[in-house]
C-alpha cells in the first residue's frame, strides 16, 4: 500500500516557474512508475507526465512539452515535477499517481474516469497561472 502526497502548488503569473513534489510512503516505492496528471474546473483529468521506475524513461503530454520535466529520486521516495514558462492553460488541481502495472508509456492513453485505472492517487494540489 502507497500513500502519495503532493506539495508545492500555488498562484503564479503567466511566464513564472513550480515545482511540485509528490513523496511516497510505503514499500517497494522504486518498482513504481509515477507520473501526474491535472484536472481543470469542468473538465476530465488529463495525463502530464510519467517517469519509469528506474527513471530512464520519461513521457509528456505534448502542451508540455519543452517546459515540464519530471524527475524521480528513490533514496528520497519523491518524484518531481519541474514547471517552466507556466501559462493560463496551466491551471489546475495537479494529483501524483503511481501503477506497477501498467507501462509508462501508455498513460496518456489514461483520461477521466479511465484514470481509475492507475492504482494510488494523491489528494492533489492547486496550481493557478494568471495573465
Known amino acids: 500500500q502507497l500513500q502519495l502526497v503532493e506539495s508545492g502548488g500555488g498562484l503564479v503569473q503567466a511566464g513564472d516557474s513550480l515545482r511540485l513534489g509528490c513523496t511516497v510512503s510505503?514499500?517497494?516505492?522504486?518498482?513504481?512508475?509515477v507520473g501526474w496528471f491535472r484536472q481543470a474546473p469542468g473538465k476530465e483529468r488529463e495525463f502530464v507526465a510519467v517517469?519509469?521506475?528506474?527513471?530512464?524513461?520519461?513521457y509528456y503530454t505534448d502542451s508540455v512539452k519543452g517546459r515540464f520535466t519530471i524527475t524521480r529520486d528513490n533514496a528520497k521516495m519523491s518524484v518531481y515535477l519541474q514547471m517552466n514558462s507556466l501559462e493560463p492553460e496551466d491551471t489546475a488541481t495537479y494529483y501524483c499517481?503511481?501503477?506497477?502495472?501498467?507501462?509508462?508509456?501508455?498513460?496518456?492513453?489514461?483520461?477521466?474516469?479511465?484514470?481509475?485505472?492507475?492504482?494510488?492517487w494523491g489528494q492533489g494540489t492547486q496550481v493557478t497561472v494568471s495573465s
Open positions: 510505503g514499500p517497494t516505492f522504486s518498482a513504481y512508475s
Open positions: 517517469i519509469s521506475w528506474s527513471g530512464s524513461d520519461t
Open positions: 499517481a503511481a501503477d506497477r502495472g501498467i507501462a509508462p508509456g501508455v498513460w496518456h492513453y489514461y483520461k477521466g474516469t479511465a484514470t481509475q485505472r492507475l492504482h494510488y
